[in-house]
């Protein structure tokens, strides 16, 4: 079984990755896991419960005033 890796951090990403993890979820021999940044953690989590997406690991990485080398340093 192939494992395919979702990153997603913001609301217009998990739009556009939604229908991609469903498909994912849907086959057979592929294993989807998803990953949130949490870079914008209210409105990516209102997306996920409306596509029914449940991240399996959350990076939590998002700290007030970060630059995106922060961002990056941490990931």
Known sequence: MKKILS???TR???IKMA???KKIEQTSD???I???TSQHREMTKQM???FSIFPDIDLDIMNP???LSDITEQI
């Open 7 to 9: 990153v997603i951090g």
């Open 12 to 14: 217009p990403e998990v």
């Open 19 to 21: 229908p991609v993890i």
């Open 30 to 32: 592929l294993e989807s």
């Open 34 to 36: 998803v990953v949130a």
């Open 48 to 50: 996920c419960q409306e």
């Open 65 to 67: 005033a970060q630059t």
